[in-house]
């Protein structure tokens, strides 16, 4: 009870003597953080009306605001009169034990400076990497977020990023659209590709000066394969290549020339053969292969009947023994 009493009186000796320092250093520390805070969230909102890259400053923003926090904290229990030093000897001590266990999150800090620095994409870009694909929305200091299609957000460690190959579909002003067509054996091939010619030549987002090319790209087993590869602008990829699908589609559908899918072709008895969708085509039996059919039939009947005639004889011996064995109890 005495030592719990003495703890109070150190404290209270503590407040009565270094009282208005804690109190400096409160305030300090309150008003520290709360005007870093309001000073990024201007710089942010500062930086998003500029072209400056959004990403880039949003990651330099989060790291000085980082190490300014920290720096105000250490100012805060200076102010209070506790010792600094021991502080941070404790800090550094265990910031080795800390970066050991989280050397994974170091990491992409690490990564995310890497990011900065080389810039292999920026905010808007849209990019693969590591099996995903997304346009790039923001660059933090642990990871990197994506934004697709449908709008998910997907999460990109920094490290990933750095460590995996990164295709960015922005980096250049245009693009290729490549359009892979299959055709039956004996399709009239100049003609499909004068039909996609004019298809290609209407449409304004072409770029004229990088010309095209319609060829016979490929023999598969059942198709004859033909590549469409124009360029146009980045922006216009997608909405190029969607389309002049459809086109494609729709004119040579109306031109009579047919797309390869898979069928079978079964071979009649007069050798022409027959070509059927996921069907085959039965013929007709012979004379002799409906006799043998009949023979196999009635073989199967004559066993069937003969199974049922020796089940029928087995259980007339199993009653009639039964019997013998009740008349011969009765007798005795």
Not at 115 to 133: A, H, M, Q, R, T
Not at 243 to 252: A, M, S, T
Request: hydrophobic share 45%.
């Amino acid at each position: 009870m005495e030592t719990f009493y003495s703890y109070l009186n150190n404290v209270g000796n503590f407040f009565i003597d270094h009282g208005w320092d804690f109190l400096a250093g409160l305030i300090v520390l309150i008003v520290g953080l709360v005007l870093v805070k309001l000073i990024s969230a201007i710089v942010r909102k500062i930086i998003s009306k500029t072209k400056s890259d959004g990403a880039v400053a949003s990651f330099v923003i989060s790291m000085i605001v980082a190490i300014v926090d920290i720096v105000i904290i250490i100012l805060a229990l200076a102010i209070m009169g506790l010792n600094t030093a021991s502080i941070l000897t404790v800090i550094a001590t265990g910031g080795v034990a800390i970066g050991l266990a989280l050397k994974d999150s170091l990491g992409n800090i690490a990564s995310g400076i890497i990011i900065i620095i080389n810039k292999p994409f920026k905010k808007g870009d849209y990019i693969i990497v590591s099996g995903v694909e997304g346009k790039v929305n923001k660059i933090n200091l642990f990871n990197t977020l994506l934004t697709t299609w449908d709008n998910k957000v997907v999460v990109v460690p920094n490290s990933v990023a750095v460590n995996n190959p990164i295709i960015n579909c922005d980096t250049a002003s245009t693009r290729r659209v490549d359009i892979e067509l299959g055709f039956d054996y004996g399709v009239n091939i100049e003609k499909a590709r004068e039909i996609i010619s004019k298809i290609i030549d209407l449409d304004e987002r072409v770029l004229i000066e990088k010309p095209y090319a319609i060829v016979l790209s490929q023999f598969k087993e059942s198709a004859v394969n033909m590549s469409v590869r124009v360029w146009t602008d980045t922006e216009n990829y997608w909405g190029l290549k969607f389309d002049l699908q459809e086109n494609i589609y729709n004119e040579l559908y109306a031109a009579g020339l047919t797309f390869a899918y898979n069928h079978m072709v079964v071979d009649t008895n007069d050798g022409s053969p027959i070509l059927n969708k996921f069907k085959i085509v039965r013929r007709e039996m012979t004379d002799k292969e409906i006799e043998q059919r009949d023979a196999k039939i009635e073989k199967i009947n004559l066993k069937k009947e003969e199974k049922v005639a020796e089940k029928a004889l087995n259980k007339q011996s199993k009653i009639k023994k039964i019997m013998d064995s009740d008349t011969a109890i009765d007798e005795d």
